[in-house]
């Protein structure tokens, strides 16, 4: 199973921009994916990345917003956020799918087996 380690939250103001690093070992990836969870909201769907081909998926909500990236020889992906708003406040979760079906369907959480602890980003207005 791979390992994820995922950092780069932090406090923001509305209309800053974080770029999220996740650090993968221990394994190979088909697909690395960030899901967000809001306080009292459930798990939601952000970006991903196919790890071969680099092709990115996006929640329609977030596009144009949120850039989502990966660095096959560091194993690292990323997630780049501009103009941040207050709603975009959550724990961050990077994602990775060992299961080649999440190439077809990469917004499908069960596809995903291995998970990071999540890092905590915080959108002051």
């Known amino acids: 199973q791979v390992q994820l380690v995922e950092s780069g939250g932090q406090l923001v103001q509305a209309g800053g921009s974080l770029k999220l690093p996740c650090e993968a070992s221990?394994?190979?990836?088909?697909?690395m994916a960030w899901w967000r969870e809001a306080l009292g909201k459930e798990r939601e769907f952000v970006a991903a990345?196919?790890?071969?081909?680099?092709?990115?998926y996006y929640s329609d909500s977030l596009k144009g917003r949120f850039t989502i990236s990966r660095d096959n020889a560091k194993n690292t992906g990323y997630l780049q956020m501009n103009s941040l708003k207050p709603e975009d406040t959550a724990v961050y979760f990077c994602?990775?799918?060992?299961?080649?079906?999440?190439?077809?369907?990469?917004?499908?959480?069960?596809?995903?087996?291995?998970w990071g602890r999540g890092t905590q980003v915080t959108v002051s207005s």
């Open positions: 221990g394994g190979t990836l088909y697909v």
């Open positions: 990345v196919i790890w071969g081909s680099g092709r990115t």
């Open positions: 994602a990775a799918a060992q299961l080649q079906l999440a190439i077809l369907y990469p917004r499908t959480e069960g596809h995903y087996n291995s």
